[in-house]
């Protein structure tokens, strides 16, 4: 069973697709970038308030799927600028209380919008 996901707390998609879509009981969570739901604007002030944005969309679309950070299995964090990791994990691992998901890193020539951090998920109830 396929489920398209929607939450308005979160950005509206960009482009052709979804923020998330459901597949049995795992979610496949769409790259996000720091973009304020409300405004429709990118963020462009320190990584630490950007990743902040980023993982409260991520924590709005799991809501809205019924989930929690506790879901996730996978993360893939895409960085302009891999120097800024330790700002973003930092912030990142304080969405987390254990039990981390996998994850992989990387440093990517230009994300969408020119933003400087994007991170996509994947998230399965039990």
């Known amino acids: 069973m396929r489920k398209i996901i929607q939450s ?5 998609p960009i482009g052709p697709y979804s923020q998330a879509v459901m597949h049995n009981n795992v979610l496949f969570i769409s790259m996000q ?3 304020d739901p409300e405004s429709g604007l990118l963020i462009e002030k320190g990584m630490k308030e950007m990743t902040v944005r980023i993982m409260e969309n991520i924590g709005n679309i799991l809501k809205e799927a019924e989930m929690g950070y506790e879901d996730i299995t996978m ?3 895409y960085l302009a600028d891999i120097h800024d990791f330790a700002e973003v994990n930092e912030v990142y691992g304080s969405y987390f209380t254990g039990n981390f998901p996998a994850r992989e890193t990387m440093q990517i020539a230009c994300l969408p919008k020119n933003a400087r951090l994007a991170i996509s998920a994947v998230a399965m109830k039990a």
């Open 8 to 12: 308005h707390g979160a950005p509206a």
């Open 75 to 77: 993360t893939s964090l």
């Open 33 to 35: 970038i720091a973009i």
